[in-house]
């Protein structure tokens, strides 16, 4: 089964000066402005690493939820954060990182059994696995 989701972008102008939005297929984020300012500059707004981590700190907590499910488990709470690390380097910047930080509360659970499904999510997750895929491109230029 392969199931499909997509987000989009649309970009007008320069780096520094221009502007874009990003759009997910279900709405949740429509035409949410980004640009230079809010990637490299500390303005308030979006940037695709922002969007990478809230999406890592998701699939994670799911997979997580499922693998204690698999396990007689249920957590009461699960909270995640992931930070990507976006670096400059001699030819333009690169995700160099994902961190994540979990602090659950599961009934019943062992602290080496809670390490060890927590450490098969952040393996399992698709998202872990995204930042380790190979990458496909369709480049359509128009006249």
């Known amino acids: 089964m392969t199931i499909k989701k997509f987000g989009t972008a649309h970009w ?6 221009g502007k874009g939005t990003v759009s997910t297929e279900s709405g949740a984020l429509s035409a949410q402005p980004y640009g230079f300012n809010t990637r490299f500059e500390g303005v308030a707004g979006t940037n695709p690493e922002e969007l990478i981590g ?13 693998i204690l499910g698999s396990a007689g488990l249920t957590a009461t709470a699960l909270d995640a954060k992931s930070v990507i690390s976006l670096e400059k380097q001699a030819d333009g910047f690169a995700v160099t990182a994902a961190h994540l930080t979990l602090t659950a509360t599961i009934p019943g659970v062992t602290e080496d059994q809670f390490q060890e499904l927590a450490a098969k999510a952040k393996a399992g997750c698709p998202i872990s696995k995204l930042l380790k895929a190979e990458i496909t491109l369709e480049a359509t230029l128009k006249a």
């Open 54 to 66: 809230a999406s890592h700190a998701a699939c994670f907590a799911m997979a997580l939820s499922g």
């Open 12 to 17: 007008e102008g320069s780096i520094k000066e």
